[in-house]
């Protein structure tokens, strides 16, 4: 069984940086494409960044491509979010997921991954 554990979430001013981490423990977290989503309060859960198992590849939402970056460790077990240049719409709770089964396609839907952190909340204040 894999669990993910989210660390790193908290306030920072429009145009700050944090950087998000998501530490597996359980599993081959090498065999596993990861990602990470987003849910505002009233929405649906929003893709942001998925990296391939192999790290070599990885997917960006339109709002995010150019100030956010996804990185992963495998030998450390996680994968991690650089968030820069915060705008106050990125305000949400950000979850960590894992892709278990193992395929060739890298999801960036919520129901492509049957694995899910808690969720950290990141608020960003104009």
């Known amino acids: 069984q894999v669990q993910l554990v989210e660390s790193g979430g908290g306030l920072v001013q429009t145009g700050g940086s944090l950087r998000l981490s998501c530490t597996a423990s359980?599993?081959?977290?090498?065999?596993?494409?990861m990602a990470w989503f987003r849910q505002a309060p009233g929405k649906e859960h929003e893709f942001v960044a998925a990296?391939?198992?192999?790290?070599?590849?990885?997917y960006y939402g339109d709002s995010v491509k150019g100030r956010f970056t996804i990185s992963r460790d495998s030998a450390k077990k996680t994968v991690s979010l650089q968030m820069n240049s915060l705008k106050p719409e990125d305000t949400a709770v950000y979850y960590c997921a894992a892709d278990t089964v193992i395929r060739t396609r890298v999801g960036r839907q919520w129901g492509e991954y049957n694995c899910w952190g808690q969720g950290t909340q990141v608020t960003v204040s104009s």
């Open positions: 990296i391939s198992r192999s790290g070599l590849i990885t």
């Open positions: 359980g599993g081959t977290f090498s065999n596993y494409h």
